[in-house]
């Protein structure tokens, strides 16, 4: 719902927007805006599903109970302590079923062809037998986007191109890379991450390991953010992912966080449109760097 907002701030203060590189929910509402170029109609597709019988018959409202635990790791693992999401994964693959997500994403995605949207879109996927990630450019959008966004053990794997995907924010919650992999020159992030908690106490394994999975998670968003040549950061952190009844507070902290990042992004085109002419970015620099010294992943 952030992500809505910063494109609805984004359009408003006339950005330029050419490629869109996205991950989980980023991936659905940035392919959603790729395909059609209007935020306005994706907000009231997205309204409409939350308001839907059919969303309100599915159990992600029960993971509304974790939200005492914002970040997705922690969020899980609450499910995992209460051996909910253990009990359910063990006799099939994901606590939603793949009919009920695919309906939903239907409401909110055309069914195109990525490699034929008018703005440049591509998904970040993790391989989960090639232990890879792999970056999504071709394929219907919807079956992109279901791969992107699959949290594993909350919603199905997808196999695609071969592979079997699971949801990108595994391994790159920001996939600045990709976007520089595509062909950009400046990247904007939109980084909706949740706090690190402080914790203080570790009593079992499983609070162990959990932490340790947090841990690594901030420190791969960050170094993705240093990639970036500008992050905006919608004031969401506090929210729980699943918290849907949020909508209305998310769209208005990202729309926020754009508008107010746009004389600060213009001045930055502005400077980079000269400075290109010399030297790219250092942004972009460092992307190529890393790239060249090994690929990172996998390009489909």
């Known amino acids: ?10 359009v408003r203060e006339e950005i330029p927007i050419d490629i869109i590189t996205g991950t989980s929910m980023g991936a659905v509402i940035g392919g959603a805006f790729a395909a ?13 599903l939350l308001r ?55 409401r909110i995605l055309p069914d195109v062809e990525i490699s034929e949207t008018p703005i440049r879109f591509a998904a970040s996927a993790v391989d989960l037998e090639a232990a890879e990630e792999v970056v999504l450019c071709h394929g219907r959008l919807r079956e992109v986007a279901a791969a992107s966004a699959a949290i594993p053990g909350i919603l199905p794997p997808r196999r695609l191109h071969g592979r079997l995907l699971i ?55 960050a170094l993705h953010r240093r990639l970036a040549d500008f992050v905006i950061e919608p004031a969401v952190r506090k929210i729980h992912w699943a918290d849907f009844d949020s909508a209305d507070f ?37 992307a190529e760097r890393y790239l060249a010294a090994d690929p990172q992943f996998a390009v489909e």
């Not at 719902?1 to 984004?10: E, Q, T, W």
């Not at 009990?87 to 994403?105: I, T, W």
């Not at 004389?263 to 085109?269: D, G, Q, T, V, Y």
């Not at 502005?270 to 620099?285: D, L, N, T």
């Open 52 to 106: 839907s019988e059919e969303f309100q018959r599915t159990r992600v409202s029960f993971l509304r109970e974790t939200k005492r635990s914002r970040g997705l790791f922690y969020s899980v693992g609450n499910l995992v302590r209460r051996g909910i999401v253990y009990g359910v994964s063990s006799m099939r693959p994901s606590f939603l079923s793949a009919e009920q997500f695919a309906r939903s994403l239907g």
């Open 1 to 10: 719902m952030a992500h809505i907002g910063v494109l609805k701030g984004l």
């Open 167 to 221: 949801d990108g924010g595994w391994v790159d919650k920001i996939p600045v890379l990709p976007a520089f992999r595509l062909g950009a020159d400046v990247v904007i992030a939109v980084d909706i991450s949740a706090d690190l908690e402080v914790v203080r106490t570790y009593v079992r394994g499983i609070d162990i390991v959990l932490r340790a999975n947090t841990i690594r998670d901030a420190v791969m968003t």
């Open 36 to 48: 059609t170029e209007d935020v306005v109609e994706i907000e009231q597709k997205v309204r409409a």
């Open 250 to 286: 998310c769209i208005a902290a990202g729309d926020k966080a754009a508008s107010e990042a746009a004389p600060a992004i213009r001045e930055l085109l502005r400077q980079e449109q000269f400075r290109s002419i010399v030297r790219p970015p250092a942004g972009k620099r460092m």
